[in-house]
Every structure is written in C-alpha cells, then in structure tokens.
C-alpha cells in the first residue's frame, strides 16, 4: 500500500528521535475568561514572561527572536516578533520587550483568550560559561523584580 495511505491511518514504524535541538522556548494561556481590560492583559503577560525566563533558565538558553503571540475572543491571532541585538535570558529585557510588542497591537473592542512568549534563535548559555556555571534565581525573587521592572514599564 501507498505511503500516504498508511500515514494517513496512522501507521508508521519510522524510529522516534526523543534528542533534538530545541528551536525554540516559550509559554502561553488560556485565561478562564477572556480578558478585555489592558491591566490584566499585562499582569498575565508578566506571569508568562517569568514562565519563559524560568525555562530558559533550567535549558541554561538564552535567545535573540521574542514573538509574542495573542488570540482575540473571535479566534483572530496576531504575532509580533523582534530580534535584539544581543542573546539575552534576562528578565528585564524580556519584559521591555514584550510590553513594547504589546503597546503595538490594536486591541480597541477586542478581548483576550490566548497570550503566549516564545524565545527563537537560541544559543546554548552552558557552551559559553561552561559546564560549571549555573544560575538559579528562586522565584520569589524573580516575582519581586519582576514587579519592580513592570512599575517601571507603566
């Protein structure tokens, strides 16, 4: 029988390969409710860009390419990207950029259902400080920075 015809029957005996290079590292979510106030579309941006510095954290990553991404009550998604300069895992500069995204989109008469913050681009952090440096910011920490960095950001 044909290829596409097992395929499509989900018949496939191709070996899985579980180690491959990761393109990229985010997080996104679905509120319980749609969010139509800009307040809390940015405190939900806030706990998202603490997820995604943590994971890059623990994947010792840091990334140049920030995409932002945002589904509207009626299943319209926008994404917007921008690539710095520099491969960054710092907090601060995930949120700047991420609320300078945000501040872009037209959100007049639209609600929220989906946000989410992916890093692309990646470069492995451990290649470049070696296998003995590691960094573990605790996320009480992380929270109160992260809400001092947002003040500023306001």
Not at 21 to 30: L, M, P
Not at 37 to 47: I, V
């Amino acid at each position: 029988m044909g290829y596409y015809y097992k395929i499509a029957r989900a018949e496939d005996n191709r070996v899985v390969d579980l180690n491959r290079i990761r393109k990229s590292i985010g997080a996104e979510t679905s509120p319980a409710r749609n969010l139509g106030d800009r307040h809390l579309m940015l405190q939900e941006l806030q706990e998202i860009t603490l997820v995604v510095q943590q994971r890059l954290e623990q994947n010792q990553t840091q990334g140049r390419t920030l995409t932002l991404k945002v589904k509207f009550s009626d299943y319209q998604q926008i994404t917007r990207s921008q690539t710095m300069l520099n491969y960054t895992h710092d907090l601060k500069t995930i949120i700047a950029t991420a609320t300078l995204l945000f501040k872009t989109m037209e959100l007049e008469n639209h609600s929220i259902r989906l946000l989410g913050i992916s890093l692309s681009n990646l470069e492995n952090v451990k290649q470049i400080l070696g296998d003995s440096t590691t960094t573990v910011l605790r996320l009480k920490q992380n929270r109160l920075e992260m809400s001092n960095i947002w003040k500023e950001n306001e």
